[in-house]
């Protein structure tokens, strides 16, 4: 059911993601948000610079994808979507679980500040935000993303992060400023 993905499920990604990120809309602040949300030519990119998707499928058709994508000394879980009609079935934990077995390295996820959703579905899984001032940094290190998005993102880490780097946990969740 899970498999990793090829250059033959390029557009099937970009539909999923681009289907998927709809529940963004609204949601994210306005300037964040643009039609689609993913270009074909930014997908591409993220690929070329090393995110492996991996793909949740049923019968013949993919309706989940998840990339993963090793940066320096830890491994980031890039682009989590699962098709708006097949959510909340246990596609995206099973990706999830899949691709932190992939690696030895510690996992962090970033995700908007207001997708609470998103944090929810990574706390379930174990991952915990790091603090304000931790996740800026991290983004800064591990990630390429704008300033803007770096503002409205926030980071979690999956538990093998915090033997590796202990000082990042947040107390409160309502100690990011960011956090609507
Ligand atoms: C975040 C996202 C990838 C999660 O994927 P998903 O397949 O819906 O996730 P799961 O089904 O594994 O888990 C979601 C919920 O379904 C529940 N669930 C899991 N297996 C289930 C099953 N077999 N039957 C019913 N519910 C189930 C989970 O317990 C969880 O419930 P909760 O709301 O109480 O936490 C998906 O919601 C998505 O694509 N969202 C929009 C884009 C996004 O926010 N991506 C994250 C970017 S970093």
Same mark, same amino acid.
């Given at each position: 059911? /899970?498999?990793? %993905?090829? &250059? ?19 949601? @994210?602040?306005?300037? %964040? ?30 309706? !989940? ?11 980031? /879980? ?7 009609? #097949?959510?909340?079935?246990? @596609? !995206?934990?099973?990706? *999830?679980?899949? *691709?932190?077995?992939?690696?030895? %390295? ?19 899984? !174990?991952?915990?935000?790091? #603090?304000?001032?931790?996740? &800026?940094? *991290?983004?800064?290190?591990?990630? #390429? ?24 946990? #947040? ?10």
């Amino acid at each position: 059911m /899970i498999r990793a %993905c090829d &250059d033959a499920d390029f557009e099937v990604i970009y539909r999923i993601i681009n289907d998927a990120a709809e529940a963004y809309k609204g949601v @994210i602040p306005a300037d %964040c948000w643009k039609e689609p949300y993913m270009a074909r030519e930014e997908l591409r990119h993220e690929i070329e610079e090393g995110a492996e998707f991996w793909g949740y499928g049923q019968g013949k058709e993919l309706v !989940g994808i998840m990339g993963i994508q090793h940066v320096q000394d830890v491994a980031l /879980i890039r682009h989590a979507y699962v098709r708006t009609s #097949s959510r909340n079935r246990g @596609i !995206g934990g099973a990706l *999830l679980l899949a *691709l932190t077995q992939k690696t030895t %390295c510690p996992i962090l996820v970033g995700t908007w500040a207001a997708a609470n959703w998103a944090i929810k579905f990574y706390e379930k899984h !174990g991952f915990r935000l790091v #603090s304000q001032s931790e996740k &800026d940094r *991290l983004l800064r290190k591990y990630w #390429s993303i704008p300033q803007r998005q770096i503002e409205t993102s926030v980071v979690l880490a999956a538990p093998n992060w915090f033997p590796y780097h202990a000082t990042g946990l #947040s107390r409160r969740h309502d100690d990011l400023a960011v956090r609507k």
